[in-house]
């Protein structure tokens, strides 16, 4: 009798063939393209192919000045020009709710007839004024800021103004090292360079001392940064308005000047609020433990720290106008304004420190009393 035979390694040694599919099912999400025409050329392609790969704003309608444009060349009338625009002044004409909100300027060119730009005759002068503030004419010679006469130690002598031109002025190698060296964006400098060069005479004494002063941390980038943005404020702002009861330091140059030259701003504003000497408090000197006021002379570095410090102490209680890394800057930028005009609160502080050591000068004979007994 024969063996049976076993059926599953057979069919595992068949090749099974699966039945060809009779409908395409597209994958969705997947574009299948196919080049049947290889010649590249779109006139041979039927009108389905044309369109398929047109994107949303490939098909749009077409304005409604060109409507009419295309409208008017059919029934031969007078349409739209679409080579030139619309004038302003012709829309506002039939705009009687948008004239309300449209400048004072062409207003007045709409009541006069004067209908387009391209139709109005150019003309010499303006009927507005294109400055954002009036600012009067200033006369060093004469005194006279905004049609009032300044004091007269406020005015800079002429010694003074020469020695400020004298510094302004930097002095430059001679001819035959510039032409030898060529290249150079700015005129080389005269040689020798002053003593510690690379500090002292790359910034202000006093732009460099004010960067100190605003670092924390350590963050010099940050501290000139702000510095940069303090200077530009200054340099930017509109000319400040001198105040007659809070004098500035005499030879102070006209207002319209300080923009012109920020670092001198600073420099004016900081010297000017800046005390001459601060209040040392002695214990035991007048005897059973009670402290002796004893007012102390300032030097040049000393008086601005406190007088800057006085500066940052009132910008910080400012309130920003908005947000930003500048904010902070722009507030010390207008309270050294403040401080320019009179409207700040260190003045204050400054005449407390005065009335203090004038009360106070007696005490600094204390030492000698025994001696003069």
């Not at 800079?156 to 002025?169: G, M, T």
């Not at 500035?248 to 030259?261: D, I, K, N, S």
Request: include cysteine; glycine fraction near 8%; charged fraction near 25%.
């Amino acid at each position: 009798m024969p063996s049976a035979m076993n059926a599953i390694p057979t069919m595992r040694a068949l090749a099974f063939r699966p039945r060809p599919a009779t409908s395409f099912r597209p994958v969705v999400g997947v574009k299948r393209t196919c080049r049947s025409f290889a010649d590249g050329r779109s006139d041979k392609l039927p009108e389905a192919a044309k369109t398929e790969n047109s994107g949303p704003n490939m098909q749009q309608q077409e304005h409604v000045s060109e409507e009419a444009a295309k409208m008017a060349e059919i029934t031969g009338g007078n349409g739209p020009d679409m080579s030139v625009g619309t004038p302003v002044q012709e829309i506002l004409a039939e705009e009687k709710d948008e004239r309300k909100h449209a400048p004072q300027v062409m207003k007045d060119s709409i009541k006069a007839g004067n209908q387009g730009a391209q139709n109005s005759k150019p003309s010499t002068s303006r009927p507005f004024s294109t400055m954002a503030r009036r600012r009067a004419a200033e006369d060093m010679t004469s005194g006279m800021v905004g049609g009032e006469a300044l004091p007269t130690s406020m005015l800079p002598s002429v010694e003074q103004r020469a020695l400020y031109a004298q510094h302004q002025a930097q002095p430059l190698a001679p001819e035959i090292v510039q032409e030898e060296k060529k290249g150079h964006k700015f005129p080389l400098p005269a040689l020798p360079l002053p003593p510690n060069g690379n500090k002292d005479h790359r910034y202000d004494p006093v732009v460099s001392q004010v960067t100190n002063l605003l670092m924390r941390d350590g963050k010099k980038s940050v501290a000139q940064r702000n510095m940069a943005v303090i200077l530009s404020t200054l340099r930017t702002a509109p000319p400040p308005t001198y105040s007659k009861a809070r004098p500035l330091l005499p030879g102070a140059p006209p207002a319209g000047h300080l923009p012109l030259h920020p670092v001198l701003y600073l420099t004016l504003a900081i010297d000017s609020i800046a005390p001459l000497l601060r209040i040392r408090s002695q214990r035991g000197a007048a005897g059973g433990g009670v402290a002796l006021q004893i007012p102390v002379p300032l030097g040049l570095r000393q008086r601005r720290r406190t007088a800057f410090t006085w500066i940052l102490d009132a910008a910080s209680k400012r309130k920003s106008r908005g947000s930003g890394n500048d904010q902070f800057a722009g507030r010390v930028a207008e309270e050294i304004i403040a401080v320019i005009e009179g409207r700040s609160g260190v003045w204050e502080k400054r005449a407390a420190v005065h009335r203090l050591g004038t009360t106070a000068r007696s005490n600094l004979t204390f030492g000698n009393r025994g001696a003069r007994r």
